[in-house]
């Protein structure tokens, strides 16, 4: 089954930028779509974008909207997420997940990585 393991998580303060990546085990994350949630301390998982398998699409939670990119290279395979314009609310752990569609829901999902911090502080 497919691994995936997140990476380049830290710390940021508001305003700046990082960029997060997900590494996944073997070819076939090519074949799926690919997703980044995001849990903070005492809330629900959030979704925060989705990229469709052949990366022609993607589509974005409303708080990210506009400051956050998904991008995905299907011969390292690797997935990215570049945060720009960082705030606080930002703070959460993030997770990537791949599933069979680009969909919001995170029961959508199949296979999920461990994920990693990013803190905004200043």
């Known amino acids: 089954q497919l691994r995936l393991v997140e990476s380049g998580g830290g710390l940021v303060q508001p305003g ?3 960029k997060l990546s997900c ?6 994350f090519s074949t799926y779509a690919m997703a ?7 809330k629900e ?4 974008g989705t990229i469709w398998a052949t990366a022609k699409a993607t589509y974005y939670a409303e708080p990210v909207r506009n400051r956050f ?10 997935l ?3 945060m720009n314009s960082v705030i606080v609310e930002d703070t959460a ?11 919001v829901e995170a029961t ?15």
């Open 108 to 122: 959508g999902y199949d296979i999920w990585g461990r994920g990693t911090q990013v803190t905004v502080s200043s």
């Open 16 to 18: 700046g930028s990082l």
């Open 80 to 82: 990215y997420l570049q």
């Open 36 to 42: 980044w949630f995001r849990q903070a301390p005492g």
């Open 93 to 103: 752990v993030y997770y990537c997940a791949a599933g069979s569609q680009a969909v």
């Open 45 to 48: 998982r959030e979704f925060v």
């Open 23 to 28: 590494q996944a085990s073997d070819g076939s």
């Open 69 to 78: 990119t998904i991008s995905r290279d299907n011969v390292k395979n690797t």
